[in-house]
């Protein structure tokens, strides 16, 4: 039973006996097929490059480019166009031959009329599902291509998700030990400044009473004790509480480079080289510049402490979208990778002297304009810290007037 597809199918019937290519022509117009032919393999090839045809009939024995040759060149060329071999000379070395090399099947002449339309129609309906399996082959590599693309994007968004929850988890417990840091140092600095003033009024009243200098020198050692035990207690209580503040319009750049110039000395004689990189225009931020240049004092202080031996300190200054990014990177040894979670704790530090609150101040004034801190880079080439602050005005509107106000978290 012959479908749709079959007799659509263009046959192109190479032969170089004419009575051959006569009959085959009409038993298969008969049938509904176009047909087209040729008397050498030569004409019958330009006649495949130009018909694209479903079906060849080629005659194995042919003066010039025998059969053989040419059906090689189809298949290799024309893979939708299917050959039949006709062939004189029955033996199974040249029927092997024949299949190895592309021929969906080969009929022996003479040949009956329905024995040749059968073996036509069964090859066409073979060629049919063939290629009808070669394009859900096809559809089925670009739907597991398109899987991939999804699973790929799936993933790459899992990813960012997860990594933006364990920030904001961190943000979390950061918050939680600031906040809790605010009533341990506000009960310490009661519990202790209170003692701590009685030592020293005390200690003041004994020395005005000793001439012996040995026993002055005890006494002025013992104060010098009592102020930097208050000292640490003032660091403390910064890095829980906001201290006194006064909001105007500052410029990010002069409030760096004021930083930057209380090192100058240090900078010289560690021979650090220092490259501001700052170019354009950025809009006021509404801050309290002292607030302000603690963020890079602290940051400032890290990096050059980094580099005793020298090196290069760099601070980038850039508006991104509606916020400011200042990158500030030496080229030290690096923080520790097991150290990174903890850096921002109170207390935590690293050096044999240092109270381990620097980064912490710094982190609670950034969370206090609404911004961000994060380490964007530690190698054994260096650190890099970047700061994000909004310029956005009205995130520091409600702080406006404010004259004493606890830790301020925000998200």
């Known amino acids: 039973?012959?479908?749709?597809?079959?007799?659509?199918?263009?046959?192109?019937?190479?032969?170089?006996?004419?009575?051959?290519?006569?009959?085959?022509?009409?038993?298969?117009?008969?049938?509904?097929?176009?047909?087209?032919?040729?008397?050498?393999?030569?004409?019958?090839?330009?006649?495949?490059?130009?018909?694209?045809?479903?079906l060849v009939l080629l005659d194995y024995m042919m003066p010039g480019i025998d059969g053989l040759v040419a059906l090689k060149k189809i298949r290799n060329e024309y893979h939708d166009t299917y050959v039949i071999m006709f062939t004189g000379k029955g033996s199974e070395e040249i029927a092997v031959e024949l299949m190895k090399a592309g021929a969906s099947d080969y009929i022996l002449k003479p040949f009956s009329n329905q024995n040749l339309v059968e073996r036509i129609e069964s090859v066409l309906r073979t060629r049919e599902i063939e290629l009808k399996n070669r394009e859900l082959v096809a559809e089925r590599e670009l739907l597991l291509n398109e899987i991939?693309?999804?699973?790929?994007?799936?993933?790459?968004?899992?990813?960012?998700?997860?990594?933006?929850?364990?920030?904001?988890?961190?943000?979390?417990?950061?918050?939680?030990?600031?906040?809790?840091?605010?009533y341990l140092a506000a009960g310490m600095a009661h519990e202790i400044r209170n003692?701590?003033?009685?030592?020293?009024?005390?200690?003041?009243?004994?020395?005005?009473?000793?001439?012996?200098?040995?026993?002055?020198?005890?006494?002025e050692k013992?104060?010098?004790?009592?102020?930097?035990?208050?000292?640490?207690?003032?660091?403390?209580?910064?890095?829980a509480k906001r201290p006194v503040y006064e909001l105007t319009d500052v410029k990010l750049e002069r409030v760096i480079q004021n930083a930057l110039e209380a090192f100058t000395p240090q900078?010289?004689?560690?021979?650090?080289?220092?490259?501001?990189?700052?170019?354009?225009?950025?809009?006021?931020?509404?801050?309290?510049?002292?607030?302000?240049?603690?963020?890079?004092?602290?940051?400032?202080?890290?990096a050059i402490h980094e580099m005793s031996a020298g090196g290069e300190l760099t601070i980038e200054l850039l508006q991104e979208n509606n916020d400011a990014v200042i990158l500030v990177s030496d080229s030290g040894k690096g923080i520790p990778q097991e150290n990174l979670p903890n850096i921002f704790d109170p207390f935590f530090t690293t050096k044999s002297r240092g109270t381990g609150m620097g980064l912490s101040v710094v982190l609670r004034i950034v969370k206090n304009y609404g911004g961000r801190i994060e380490v964007a880079r530690s190698d054994e080439s260096g650190t890099t810290f970047a700061v994000r602050l909004p310029l956005d005005e009205q995130l520091h509107s409600e702080k406006r007037g404010e004259r004493h106000g606890p830790l301020s978290i925000s998200g």
Do not use: C
């Open 1 to 54: 039973m012959k479908t749709k597809t079959d007799n659509l199918a263009t046959i192109l019937v190479i032969d170089d006996e004419e009575s051959i290519l006569n009959l085959v022509a009409i038993i298969l117009r008969n049938r509904g097929y176009t047909v087209a032919t040729a008397n050498n393999a030569q004409i019958g090839l330009e006649l495949v490059a130009s018909l694209k045809p479903s």
């Open 148 to 182: 991939r693309a999804w699973n790929q994007e799936l993933e790459s968004r899992i990813e960012k998700e997860s990594a933006a929850l364990t920030r904001a988890h961190a943000e979390v417990v950061q918050s939680q030990k600031l906040a809790t840091l605010g």
């Open 195 to 219: 003692p701590l003033n009685s030592i020293s009024l005390f200690t003041q009243l004994l020395r005005d009473g000793i001439n012996d200098p040995e026993k002055q020198e005890y006494i």
């Open 222 to 239: 013992i104060l010098k004790e009592v102020d930097r035990v208050d000292g640490t207690l003032r660091k403390l209580l910064d890095t």
């Open 267 to 302: 900078i010289t004689v560690q021979g650090i080289k220092v490259k501001f990189i700052f170019s354009g225009t950025m809009p006021e931020l509404k801050a309290d510049p002292a607030e302000l240049e603690q963020i890079f004092t602290n940051l400032f202080l890290n």
